[in-house]
C-alpha cells in the first residue's frame, strides 16, 4: 500500500499560505531540501521558517500529479506582497514520515514532471 502524501502538502501549503512560523516547522522534515530562484540546498525548519515569514508568498495549487510513493508535483498559482497577478509555477513534493522533506519549486510543469520522474528514477537504482 502507497502512502498518502496528499495531507503533509496540505499541511505545507497551509503553514506557507498563513504565513505560520510554527506550523511551518512542523510541517517539514529536518533538514529540508529547497529549490528557488535564489538557489537550492538542505535547510533546517527553522529557516524555512523564516523564509514564509520574509518572503510572504501564497501558493494556490491547481492541479496534482503524483510521481511515485513519495513524490507529487504540484502545479500553483504563486503570488506575493508586491504582485499585481498570480504566476504559475509547480513544486516537486517529497515526503517522509508524515512531513515534506524537499520543496522544489520550478518555473513550469514540465520542467517539475521532468525532475520529479529523474529522481524517481535515480532513487530507484540507490
Avoid: C
Wanted: no cysteine.
Amino acid at each position: 500500500m502507497k502512502p498518502n502524501i496528499e495531507p503533509a502538502i496540505d499541511e505545507w501549503h497551509a503553514s506557507v499560505n498563513d504565513g505560520d512560523p510554527k506550523r511551518a516547522v512542523d510541517a517539514v522534515g529536518d533538514p529540508i531540501v529547497v529549490l528557488g530562484p535564489k538557489g537550492a540546498g538542505a535547510i533546517t525548519p527553522e529557516q524555512f521558517s523564516d523564509w514564509v515569514e520574509r518572503s510572504g508568498i501564497r501558493l494556490v495549487p491547481r492541479s496534482w500529479h503524483p510521481v511515485g510513493g513519495r513524490l507529487m508535483v504540484v502545479e500553483q498559482d504563486a503570488t506575493w506582497p508586491e504582485s499585481k497577478s498570480p504566476t504559475r509555477v509547480a513544486t516537486v513534493f517529497r515526503v517522509a514520515n508524515g512531513r515534506v522533506t524537499a520543496a522544489l519549486r520550478l518555473p513550469d510543469l514540465g520542467s517539475a514532471l521532468d525532475l520529479a520522474h529523474i529522481y524517481r528514477e535515480m532513487a530507484a537504482t540507490e
